[in-house]
């Protein structure tokens, strides 16, 4: 197999326009290199700029040392590659999930944060495409573990060559029609020397079982093509469910209500209730993507939901994952969470203070916020003493690179839950707000490490005197 094979698909499918800035989301292993190697291929006839992003699960020992490998590739490609550390066992423990799944929801966010980072500095949104390595075989893999696992008709159409993000960036898989064969080929006519995970030949993970026993079972015991057979099938259902899908799109737009501030999605079954199954089914599957639980829930949670739409009883509820409740209160079906509210901890303090910038040194390993004094003090000139650490209040806004954003929504748009958005504070002078502290309860790894700047009175190399805002340890 020639080395064009793989560039000439990547091509043809068109699923990459010209002059995109393209995240590349690389493991190192054989796929993501073939991928990353074959872009660079391209990159300067299609006017690419590619930002190769690297995750480490922190699961392996030897996952570090795999990452320095993979910075050398991509030094040697001309290409600045970025690391990124998230323990998905943590993450696994804490959300009650998989470590598969956490690690599949930590990689989609941290390259919606790439992505979000390069709208920010100048790249238009329709600009920017997250390319990802997923071949043939793991089509045929994807089909047959949610087939076993349980799955409607959406699921058993695979994985979509093209999707958007839950940040609305394109997710493109410019390999999913390449065996895997062909890009171990490609990456011995082209000597690269990707990593080599050897959990993969383990058999912990059901995938890995559907990959390394299953499959060799099913080809030397019932069909040899058996991965043919599946990825067709994805393909016939991905058409049928398609159109079944932009049917049910129609009433879901009419008949679905969203309040952002309640986090609640509201669905009215009046005209839903001559609908038949297949339409409803979806409408409903749309929600839980809404509601992004569409990973989470079962077979049994779908049913259950969509006899709701066609039963005499005026009121009943059902209880799906994440802590998230669907009533029927007569002619509506209303999905919330049902949480208690966190407060917020009346522990912390801040110590703000005023310093020349040669003497600004602060501690890297504690959270703090800086910003130029004197910029500062022309707006609010005298006003230090004003600066407070609080809560949200209606009208509060922090400052962007282009305007601004109401804290209601970034709170939305950083995933932090209803019952945990008033416990997120705040360093505010008016309504204006500095700083928005670290919380646990951000989706993103790194508003939980160090929280939100306003970039207004960023540093610069003029900067004389420096606002320094650290938490006071000593209440």
Same mark, same amino acid.
């Given at each position: 197999?020639?080395?064009?094979?793989?560039?000439?698909?990547?091509?043809?499918?068109?699923?990459?326009?010209?002059?995109?800035?393209?995240?590349v989301g690389v493991s190192g292993g054989p796929d993501s290199l073939c991928l990353l190697h074959a872009l660079n291929s391209i990159a300067d006839?299609?006017?690419?700029?590619?930002?190769?992003?690297?995750v480490n699960h922190l699961l392996r020992p030897e996952a570090h040392e795999e990452s320095m490998h993979l910075g050398d590739i991509c030094e040697r490609m001309d290409l600045d590659l970025r690391i990124y550390e998230a323990s998905c066992k943590d993450v696994a423990d804490e959300l009650g999930i998989s470590v598969e799944e956490a690690g599949r929801q930590v990689r989609y966010q941290i390259f919606d944060e790439v992505a979000a980072e390069l709208e920010e500095n100048g790249v238009p949104a329709d600009k920017i495409v997250i390319a990802l390595a997923h071949n043939a075989d793991d089509q045929a893999e994807t089909v047959l573990f949610r087939l076993i696992r349980g799955t409607g008709p959406h699921g058993l159409a695979g994985i979509p060559a093209a999707r958007l993000s839950e940040a609305g960036y394109l997710i493109v898989r410019p390999l999913l029609s390449v065996e895997r064969k062909d890009i171990e080929a490609y990456i011995a006519d082209n000597k690269l020397k990707p990593n080599i995970d050897k959990s993969n030949d383990e058999n912990t993970y059901?995938?890995?079982?559907?990959?390394?026993?299953?499959?060799?079972? !099913?080809?030397?015991?019932?069909? *040899?093509?058996?991965?043919?057979? #599946?990825?067709r099938y994805a393909n016939l259902a991905y058409m049928d469910d398609s159109l079944l899908r932009d049917i049910a799109l129609s009433d879901y737009i009419d008949c679905?209500?969203?309040?952002?501030?309640?986090?609640?999605?509201?669905?009215?079954?009046?005209?839903?209730?001559?609908?038949?199954?297949?339409?409803?089914?979806?409408?409903?599957?749309?929600?839980?993507?809404?509601?992004r639980l569409e990973d989470s829930v079962t077979f049994e949670n779908m049913s259950a939901i969509t006899g !709701?739409?066609?039963?005499?009883? *005026?009121?009943?509820?059902?209880? #799906?994952?994440?802590?998230?409740?669907?009533?029927?209160e007569y002619d509506k079906i209303i999905f919330s969470a049902e949480e208690e509210s966190i407060k917020a901890d009346e522990s912390i303090a801040i110590y703000p203070r005023v310093l020349m910038a040669k003497e600004f040194a602060p501690d890297?390993?504690?959270?703090?916020?800086?910003?130029?004094?004197?910029?500062f003090n022309e707006e609010y000139p005298g006003r230090i003493g004003d600066i407070k650490l609080r809560t949200r209040r209606e009208g509060d806004y922090l400052p962007m690179k282009h305007g601004s954003k109401k804290i209601q929504d970034l709170l939305v748009d950083s995933k932090v839950r209803k019952s945990a958005r008033d416990s997120i504070l705040m360093v505010c002078i008016d309504s204006e707000v500095l700083w928005v502290l670290p919380s646990e309860f951000f989706a993103g790894e790194n508003e939980r490490a160090k929280g939100r700047f306003s970039p207004k009175f960023h540093i610069t190399d003029s900067t004389k005197r420096v606002l320094l805002i650290e938490l006071d340890e000593s209440i």
């Open positions: 197999m020639k080395r064009n094979y793989i560039i000439d698909t990547i091509i043809d499918n068109g699923l990459i326009p010209p002059a995109s800035a393209v995240i006839m299609y006017d690419m700029i590619l930002v190769p992003v690297h059901t995938r890995n079982r559907i990959r390394n026993e299953l499959i060799p079972y !099913l080809e030397k015991n019932y069909n *040899p093509k058996i991965k043919d057979n #599946l990825r679905v209500e969203i309040s952002g501030e309640n986090e609640e999605a509201v669905l009215d079954i009046t005209r839903l209730k001559d609908n038949p199954p297949a339409i409803n089914s979806r409408i409903v599957s749309l929600i839980f993507e809404l509601l !709701l739409i066609y039963s005499e009883h *005026p009121s009943a509820g059902i209880d #799906l994952p994440y802590g998230i409740r669907a009533r029927r890297e390993e504690q959270p703090y916020a800086a910003f130029d004094f004197d910029a």
